[in-house]
């Protein structure tokens, strides 16, 4: 029997997915799956409306295009290997 190991156990495989804003020193940097998309959305938002954080709306909008992007390109890529 092998151990559980993610690296044996395809199911339990993720990608992590990372985007980054950098605003002079400050460094806003997130992390999330497939499965966080929708909170990280979210995490953009919450940052946005905090008046001590330098996060701007605009900044979550730019982000929030990003996420998007990526999932299209994945989405894109999951199609093509089907109509090959």
Same mark, same amino acid.
């Given at each position: ?14 990608? /992590? *997915?990372?985007?980054? $804003?950098?605003? #002079?020193?400050?460094? @806003? /940097?997130? $992390? @999330? ?6 909170? =990280? !959305?979210? =995490?953009? #938002?919450?940052?946005? +409306? *905090?008046?001590e !954080?330098?996060? =701007?709306?605009?900044? +979550?909008a730019? !982000?929030?295009? %990003? $996420? ?9 890529? /999951? !199609?093509?290997?089907?109509? %090959?």
């Open positions: 029997m092998m151990p559980n190991n993610p690296q044996n156990n395809q199911e339990s495989h993720q990608d /992590i *997915n990372v985007v980054a $804003l950098v605003k #002079g020193s400050e460094r @806003y /940097i997130f $992390l @999330y799956d497939d499965a966080s998309r929708a909170e =990280t !959305l979210r =995490t953009f #938002g919450r940052f946005a +409306a *905090n008046p !954080l330098s996060f =701007t709306w605009y900044d +979550a730019a !982000l929030s295009q %990003r $996420l998007r992007q990526e999932r299209e390109r994945e989405e894109s890529k /999951i !199609l093509s290997r089907f109509l %090959r």
